[in-house]
């Protein structure tokens, strides 16, 4: 198993939760790390990246709610997930965007996140 998460878990409007993706150290160093989420009849998309160097992109429905952030030291991105909404709920996978030695992806196992009204 390339990429583990943990962190997901039932919580109420306007909460918090982290989550936390442990990759191994030759994908992390050469990868752009990213979080997409899928809810139940909707198709995954895209919730925030970041790339080697620290930049970040993230999708407009989390925008000034959610932060993606990389401990290069551990292998970890993390995803500060802040006044969550129930629209917000899904499974939520971490990605590896692998560039060097080769282009190629990997996905985590995804981890449940529930926000009640």
């Known amino acids: 198993v390339q990429l583990v998460e943990s962190g997901g878990g039932l919580v109420q409007a306007g909460g918090s939760l982290r989550l936390s993706c442990a990759a191994s150290g030759s994908i992390f160093r050469n990868s752009a790390m990213g979080w997409y989420r899928q809810a139940p009849g909707k198709q995954r998309e895209l919730v925030a990246t970041i790339t080697k160097s620290g930049s970040t992109n993230y999708a407009d429905s989390v925008k000034g709610r959610f932060t993606i952030s990389r401990a290069n030291f551990v292998n970890t991105v993390y995803l500060q997930m802040n006044s969550l909404k129930p629209e917000d709920t899904a499974v939520y996978y971490c990605?590896?965007?692998?560039?060097?030695?080769?282009?190629?992806?990997?996905w985590g196992q995804g981890t449940q996140v529930t926000v009640s009204s």
């Open positions: 990605h590896a965007d692998l560039t060097w030695p080769e282009h190629k992806n990997y």
